[in-house]
């Protein structure tokens, strides 16, 4: 069974500091992971996926992650925040058909 | 653009009073997913449809039903809503089943039960 965790669920960064969100996945097969991102009361927007092409994927917003199979993690970062980048972000882990396995989920603040 | 469409965006309903969300989509994709997410939680997967197969997740209570007439819409029935099931139901999409297909996400229904 596929999991993940997301370490921190709450984090607050400074306008134009950089960006780090935890994940760490379990999966029994190489793992298909996800970071999603919810406005309130938005529904989830796709912000990159990692499918084992790259290991450094680049996503929308200026976002990127990447795979480190080593430590089993899949860290979200943005150079710079942006005071729109403040939202709910949730790392996920794809399992049997096509079903999401979901973070806790971490609730980004940013400040100017 | 395609898109996932929920209506109503709010909702709100009696205490063991059925109500029906509604989900569209114009992406064509095989697969429809339901979840229910509460306050400050991750969503949760109540069913999903493969084309016309329905799938039903095992700790998904009797009292939410789906249906998925057509390729395009995909309904999701409460039978009698209890105070417990007032959250945000989202309709997802994906254009099929595997391990690589993200997942698409509508706006999201908030029901609230009085």
């Known amino acids: 069974a596929q999991s993940v965790t997301q370490l921190g669920s709450h984090v607050s960064v400074s306008e134009g500091a950089l960006v780090l969100l935890r994940c760490n996945y379990s999966?029994?097969?190489?793992?298909?992971l996800f970071w999603y991102v919810q406005y309130p009361n938005q529904g989830l927007q796709l912000l990159l996926k990692?499918?084992?092409?790259?290991?450094l994927v680049k996503g929308i917003n200026g976002f990127e992650a990447e795979f480190k199979k080593s430590e089993t993690s899949f860290h979200l970062t943005k150079p710079s925040a942006h005071m729109s980048d403040a939202a709910e972000y949730f790392c996920?882990?794809?399992?049997?058909?096509?079903?999401?396995?979901f973070g806790t989920g971490t609730r980004l603040q940013v400040t100017l | 653009d395609a898109m996932v469409i929920q209506n109503p965006r709010y909702q709100v309903t009696q205490f063991g009073k059925p109500v029906t969300l509604s989900c569209s989509q114009t992406?064509?994709?095989?697969?429809m997913y339901w979840y229910q997410q509460k306050s400050s939680q991750a969503p949760k997967l109540l069913f999903h449809?493969?084309?016309?197969?329905?799938?039903n997740e095992a700790d998904t209570p009797d009292n939410f039903q789906s249906r998925r007439p057509n390729t395009s819409f995909c309904f999701l029935d409460i039978r009698s809503p209890g105070l417990g099931d007032a959250a945000m139901y989202l309709c997802?999409?994906?254009?099929?089943?595997?391990?690589?297909?993200?997942?698409?996400f509508g706006p999201g229904t908030r029901l609230t039960v009085t």
């Open positions: 997802a999409t994906s254009r099929d089943r595997g391990l690589a297909y993200e997942q698409y």
């Open positions: 999966s029994s097969v190489p793992p298909y």
């Open positions: 990692y499918t084992s092409a790259a290991t």
């Open positions: 996920a882990v794809s399992g049997t058909a096509s079903k999401l396995t």
């Open positions: 992406l064509n994709h095989n697969v």
């Open positions: 449809y493969y084309d016309k197969d329905f799938n």
